[in-house]
């Protein structure tokens, strides 16, 4: 018992020496993470590109470019369509502050102007109050806006030359292990595979999930539904929470612009669709690279928050689960090979004598040795032909057949 007890402190020390070293190091060990995952999603562009012909460094290059026009492009239409929406958004959610004083006013309250009043000015209040601080958090982000731009930049360079050189620099990193860099070598293939099947099944989940509920607030006439279902769409590389937050924020907005029937009706398809990523989608599509039980991914996302806020929270799942692939592979005994001449050992479950429906067969009577000093007993005569008799011989059942009499 104590020696498991030690074992326990020991491996809780190690994971908490790992998790401080990483939120000092956050600023370089989260943009690499991010630069693995877009290289997962990323590589299948590229392999095919490379198997059309083109060069690595070209088809990096197209690769990148194409990833950079599509990410410039929806940023675009979100700033395009939200110019355009926001002025009506601001008139409904007036309309709706309207009605919503008027049944305080004549509803079961019955509140009075006054009081009404009251809480507005409350409120305002406390805005005010909340100013300085605010202002704080502006100034403090700029530090951050500098934070994030060379988070970006380095983002952008690790991935570039994973796509271009990735198979290199692997091969390099496995040097530095020696004898044990066949291990280390199936450990990271199972993790890359890993970590492919994760991030493209989550990108098709979360493609599922923006284009039916853009679809359902562009059809309920919700102002800013694109950058809705965006904000969704990248909700959603967060599990659990991410669809929580961002569908809860659609559900106020069509709370505020078409009144609380419309909010229950997208609540309502929310938790639907929602329900059928759960049982049907994500098994199905996910289900290859992780298995994780959901108390499980809450501590996770709870542990990746703490180190490293919301960008900890989005890559702290794909990498547990990376780890938790890697790891057996890693530590997993390789049988030795069998020397030259002895048979292999039978495979597991299989009986370890003859096979069925064979004979067994007799063992060869002892030669005794001569004695020493004796003389050797003279060979046998062989018959003519008895050579080529035994060499054109079929063999019999369970006889062994040695390479010269094969060829």
């Given at each position: 018992?104590?020696?498991?007890?030690?074992?326990?402190?020991?491996?809780?020390?190690?994971?908490?020496?790992?998790?401080?070293?990483i939120?000092?190091?956050?600023?370089?060990?989260?943009?690499?993470?991010?630069?693995?995952?877009?290289t997962?999603?990323?590589y299948?562009?590229?392999?095919?590109?490379?198997?059309?012909?083109l060069r690595?460094?070209?088809?990096?290059?197209?690769?990148?470019?194409?990833?950079?026009?599509?990410?410039?492009?929806?940023?675009?239409?979100?700033?395009?369509r939200?110019?355009?929406e926001?002025?009506?958004?601001?008139?409904q959610?007036?309309?709706t502050?309207?009605?919503a004083?008027?049944?305080?006013?004549?509803?079961?309250?019955?509140?009075?102007?006054?009081?009404?009043?009251?809480?507005?000015?409350?409120?305002?209040?406390?805005l005010?109050?909340?100013?300085?601080?605010?202002v704080?958090?502006?100034?403090?982000?700029?530090?951050?806006v500098?934070?994030?731009?060379?988070?970006?930049?380095?983002?952008?360079?690790?991935?570039?030359?994973l796509?271009?050189?990735?198979?290199?620099?692997?091969?390099?990193?496995?040097?530095?292990?020696?004898?044990?860099?066949?291990?280390?070598?199936?450990?990271?293939?199972?993790?890359?595979?890993?970590?492919?099947?994760?991030?493209?099944g989550?990108?098709?989940?979360?493609?599922?999930?923006?284009?039916?509920?853009?679809t359902?607030?562009?059809?309920?006439?919700v102002?800013?539904?694109?950058?809705?279902?965006?904000l969704?769409?990248?909700?959603?590389f967060?599990?659990?929470?991410?669809?929580v937050?961002?569908?809860?924020?659609?559900?106020?907005?069509?709370?505020?612009?078409?009144?609380?029937i419309?909010?229950?009706?997208f609540?309502?398809?929310?938790?639907?669709?929602q329900?059928?990523?759960n049982?049907?989608?994500?098994?199905q599509?996910?289900?290859?690279?992780?298995?994780?039980?959901?108390?499980?991914?809450?501590?996770?996302?709870?542990?990746?928050?703490?180190?490293?806020?919301?960008?900890?929270?989005?890559?702290?799942?794909?990498?547990?689960?990376?780890?938790?692939?890697?790891?057996?592979?890693?530590?997993?005994a390789?049988?030795?090979?069998?020397?030259?001449?002895?048979?292999?050992?039978?495979p597991?479950?299989?009986?370890?004598?003859p096979?069925?429906?064979?004979?067994?067969?007799?063992?060869?009577?002892?030669?005794?040795s001569?004695?020493p000093?004796?003389?050797?007993?003279?060979?046998?005569?062989?018959?003519?032909?008895?050579?080529?008799?035994?060499?054109?011989?079929?063999p019999?059942?369970?006889e062994?057949?040695?390479?010269?009499?094969?060829?």
């Open positions: 018992m104590a020696a498991w007890s030690w074992r326990l402190l020991l491996l809780c020390g190690m994971v908490y020496l790992i998790a401080w070293i939120g000092r190091i956050s600023i370089v060990v989260l943009p690499v993470a991010i630069a693995f995952l877009l997962a999603l990323l299948p562009l590229t392999k095919r590109l490379r198997d059309a012909g690595p460094i070209y088809a990096t290059w197209i690769t990148m470019l194409l990833g950079l026009a599509v990410i410039v492009g929806v940023g675009f239409l979100i700033g395009n939200a110019n355009e926001f002025p009506r958004l601001v008139e959610l007036q309309r502050a309207a009605e004083q008027h049944w305080l006013l004549n509803g079961p309250l019955q509140l009075k102007q006054a009081q009404i009043t009251h809480i507005v000015d409350e409120i305002g209040k406390q005010t109050e909340q100013r300085n601080e605010i704080n958090t502006v100034l403090t982000g700029a530090t951050a500098l934070e994030a731009l060379a988070s970006f930049v380095l983002v952008v360079f690790v991935t570039f030359f796509l271009k050189d990735g198979d290199k620099i692997w091969a390099w990193f496995l040097k530095a292990f020696g004898d044990a860099a066949p291990r280390v070598d199936r450990a990271g293939r199972a993790a890359w595979v890993t970590i492919c099947h994760y991030v493209q989550t990108v098709a989940i979360a493609a599922i999930h923006g284009i039916v509920m853009g359902v607030l562009a059809v309920m006439g102002p800013l539904w694109v950058p809705l279902a965006v969704i769409f990248l909700g959603s967060i599990p659990i929470i991410g669809i937050v961002t569908g809860g924020l659609a559900t106020l907005v069509t709370l505020g612009a078409q009144g609380w419309s909010a229950l009706v609540l309502a398809i929310l938790v639907v669709e329900q059928l990523e049982h049907l989608f994500q098994p599509i996910v289900g290859r690279a992780i298995d994780f039980h959901p108390l499980a991914v809450i501590l996770v996302l709870a542990v990746g928050g703490v180190i490293a806020g919301i960008p900890g929270a989005a890559v702290a799942v794909p990498l547990t689960a990376v780890l938790y692939r890697a790891l057996p592979e890693l530590f997993r390789e049988r030795p090979a069998p020397p030259p001449g002895v048979p292999a050992a039978a597991a479950g299989s009986p370890a004598g096979s069925a429906g064979t004979a067994p067969t007799p063992a060869a009577p002892a030669t005794p001569p004695e000093g004796a003389p050797a007993e003279p060979a046998p005569p062989r018959e003519p032909g008895g050579d080529q008799g035994a060499a054109n011989r079929e019999e059942s369970g062994a057949v040695s390479p010269q009499r094969k060829g």
